[in-house]
């Protein structure tokens, strides 16, 4: 998608860029929050 952002703006589906934003960006949300945690517990951090 970023390829078809960048070179192609002006053939961007907005329904489809629509449904990344509102349904694929929450759950990596989470899963990249969980991973964040867990570096830091391994380095040590207190949470």
């Known amino acids: ?3 078809r952002l960048i070179h192609g703006y002006d ?3 907005l329904d ?6 509102a349904g694929d960006v929450p759950p990596l949300r989470v899963l990249l929050a969980e ?7 391994a380095a040590g951090e207190t949470i």
């Open 1 to 3: 998608m970023r390829d």
């Open 11 to 13: 053939v961007v589906d």
């Open 16 to 21: 489809i860029r629509w449904q990344t934003v």
């Open 35 to 41: 991973a964040i945690r867990q570096e830091r517990l």
